[in-house]
Structures are given as C-alpha cells and as structure tokens.
C-alpha cells in the first residue's frame, strides 16, 4: 500500500501501518486500550479488524515510528464513520464475525454478557442486506471518526499522541469532511490530553457495557 502519510517531524518517522505490524498493533491495543467488545476477542479477531482500515477507501491507520523504525504508537480512524462502516459491512462482515464466533467460543464469560447485552443486535446488522452507499447529498454531514489512538508508555509526553492526532486531522480536512469525534473513558488521563489540544467535550454518557464515557468533537478545515 502506498504510504501517503510518510515524514519525519523531530526524529518520529510517521507513515501507514505495515500489513506485518497487525499482530504488534493488536497486542498493542489489548495490552494498553483493552476496554470494550472488540479487544475482548482476542489478537486473532483484533488482527483483522485493524486490517479493515488498511483495506478500506475511508478507513485511515498511522503508525509512528523512532528513527530505528521501531513502532512508537498508532491510530486508527475513518475519514467518513457511516461509508467506512458500510464497506466493513459489505466487504469484511464475513471475516470478522467468524473470528469473533471464535473469540466468542473460547471465553465463556465474555460470550453470556455478549448473549445477554449485543447478540440480537449485532445478528441484525450481520444478517440484514446491505444497503446501498449513503448519497454523497444526504442530509447528514458526514463525520470522522477516532478509533483508537495508542502510544507505549515510555513514550508518552514525547509529543507521539499529538502527532499522529494532528497527521489524522489534516487526512480528515484534505478528504473535506469538517467534523472529528472520538470517545473516551471519564475515567483516566485521557480527557485532559484532549482538552489540552483543543477538543470539546460534547456528550457523556454509558456505553454499552454500562461504562461512563465522554464525547469529543472537533472542527477542521483545509489548511
């Protein structure tokens, strides 16, 4: 894949995450972001949905490395939330539920709080015909999205965090979509890294596994 996000900004080397690297970033982000469903799965099932932002037209995967290329930290984010998750579904469901079934399979407890809580939903989304690719005039604005942004703690404070927010924004305001939002745990350093770069809280509420979570937007236009 051609690596639109290659530089070097004060010896961090920033550039797309390798098709190599999906076992690391997996590892990566069940070990240090584990909260939620997806990491729950385990590396086999996390492996392959981070490739889908590799894959996909909306789908954006930064990695940033040090100057012996050795990756430092990663986002994954989508340009546009509603187009990225049709191709998911329309071109990866398949892939993914049956590494889920797995992951599933062999956690027992996980799979009685996924009966329990998403079950019914997620067959609906995974069983119903996917509809056609919303119309580039639908009254809803598109929206960016943030994934997941991780860096190893040793290298935190180090500026990797906002390097690879500001290298996703600027993806973001090139694709002409002006808003960005992402959600955190209201629990945690996290929420004053955002505040400190200029994001606005904008919601709070529960997930949905009942955890409080907060909401942040953010404008971005063409430089």
Known sequence: MHDQFH???NFLTVGEIHDAELAQTAAMHIELLGNGLFPSLGQIFLRRWHRTFLLSRYGVAIAVRDIDDQLLGFLLGATDQERFMHEVLSR????LAWRGA???ARRPGLLTMF????????ARKLGRRTKP????TSPSAPVAVVHAVITFPDCRRQGVGRVLLATFEQTVADSGIHVIQLVTRSQGGALEFYRALGWNETARR????GMPIVQFD????PA
């Open 92 to 95: 990866h469901r398949g892939a």
């Open 7 to 9: 530089y070097v900004q």
């Open 115 to 122: 009966v329990r809580t998403r079950a019914g939903r997620y």
């Open 102 to 104: 797995v992951g599933l």
């Open 218 to 221: 953010r404008e971005v236009r």
């Open 206 to 209: 529960n997930d949905k596994d």
């Open 133 to 136: 690719v919303p119309s580039q």
